[in-house]
């Protein structure tokens, strides 16, 4: 607990003063970390991955991102690097499906993080924040409550630890780091603390599937890099699930409030 508490004390305020500060330094440190988070899928198949494929797709979908050219571009980039993954797979293993699994690494990780430039860009650091702020309030509230109160298991098979109990404590403690917020963003409370639950039920579903993942490869932690904590994806979990829910919020839902 000790180490993973320097670990968080330490890489936090780097990590909110690098979206603070956005443009190059967070192009740059989502590079980095989606980088580090494909090597990190990768290890979990324990065969060659194709870094031909997983570096320049991975990177092409951030630039779609940084550039705001998801709409108009995606498809065709979708298209390109998908025929390329066939391709590469067929002559190299003649088991091209055995492979999709790096079209999902690509998908779940840089296209979930590129949702951190997304809503960091266009709706500001302060949303940004919220939804870093409602993840980290859901991670400590279920953790808290599943130790103290914890006794009806959610999904044992997947994690089995986690429990009802702790599920709502981290539900509980989301909204209430939505109410802090409410002086200072639009939605009235009431919306924020509805967005704060539901941002919590997806983060939480963020941490499961991370878990299932690891438990269908045997694996723990999907890393070490960070002390304490593992690796960038057991870290980064439960936030990649956070952001397009918020974005899709604040992109389609915000005037209705």
């Given at each position: 607990?000790?180490?993973?508490?320097?670990?968080?004390v330490?890489?936090?305020?780097?990590?909110?003063?690098?979206?603070?500060?956005?443009?190059?330094?967070?192009?740059?440190?989502?590079?980095?970390?989606?980088?580090?988070?494909?090597?990190?899928?990768?290890?979990?198949?324990?065969?060659?991955?194709?870094?031909?494929?997983?570096?320049?797709?991975g990177?092409?979908?951030?630039?779609?991102?940084?550039?705001?050219?998801?709409?108009?571009?995606?498809?065709?980039?979708?298209?390109?690097?998908?025929?390329?993954?066939?391709?590469?797979?067929?002559?190299?293993?003649?088991?091209?499906?055995?492979?999709?699994?790096?079209?999902?690494?690509?998908?779940?990780?840089?296209?979930?993080?590129?949702?951190?430039?997304?809503?960091?860009?266009?709706?500001?650091?302060?949303?940004?924040?919220?939804?870093?702020?409602i993840?980290?309030?859901?991670?400590?509230?279920?953790?808290?409550?599943?130790?103290?109160?914890?006794?009806?298991?959610?999904?044992?098979?997947i994690?089995p630890?986690?429990t009802?109990?702790?599920?709502?404590?981290?539900?509980?403690?989301?909204?209430?780091?939505?109410?802090?917020?409410?002086?200072?963003?639009?939605?009235?409370?009431?919306?924020?603390?509805?967005?704060?639950?539901?941002?919590?039920?997806?983060?939480?579903?963020?941490?499961?599937?991370?878990?299932?993942?690891?438990?269908?490869?045997?694996?723990?932690?999907?890393?070490?890099?960070?002390?304490g904590?593992?690796?960038?994806?057991d870290?980064?979990?439960?936030?990649?699930?956070?952001?397009?829910?918020l974005?899709?919020?604040?992109?389609?839902?915000?005037?209705?409030?």
């Open positions: 607990m000790a180490t993973r508490i320097w670990t968080a330490l890489t936090i305020p780097i990590f909110l003063t690098v979206i603070y500060s956005g443009g190059i330094y967070l192009k740059i440190a989502l590079a980095v970390l989606t980088l580090i988070g494909l090597y990190e899928f990768s290890r979990l198949y324990q065969q060659q991955a194709f870094w031909d494929y997983l570096a320049p797709a990177l092409s979908l951030l630039y779609l991102a940084y550039n705001g050219l998801y709409s108009s571009f995606l498809w065709v980039w979708f298209v390109l690097q998908l025929i390329y993954l066939l391709i590469r797979a067929t002559f190299t293993t003649h088991r091209p499906l055995s492979q999709m699994w790096h079209m999902v690494a690509v998908f779940y990780i840089v296209g979930l993080f590129s949702f951190l430039w997304l809503v960091n860009v266009e709706y500001g650091f302060l949303w940004t924040l919220f939804g870093i702020a993840t980290w309030a859901t991670d400590t509230g279920a953790y808290f409550t599943g130790l103290s109160l914890g006794r009806s298991k959610m999904a044992p098979k994690s630890h986690k009802w109990e702790g599920a709502i404590g981290g539900a509980l403690a989301a909204a209430l780091a939505a109410s802090g917020f409410a002086r200072y963003l639009e939605p009235p409370l009431i919306a924020l603390l509805l967005l704060g639950v539901c941002l919590s039920i997806a983060g939480q579903m963020g941490d499961l599937v991370e878990s299932a993942i690891k438990r269908e490869r045997a694996v723990k932690d999907s890393g070490k890099i960070l002390p904590h593992g690796g960038i994806l870290r980064f979990d439960s936030l990649l699930f956070v952001l397009p829910l974005y899709l919020f604040l992109k389609y839902l915000t005037d209705w409030f």
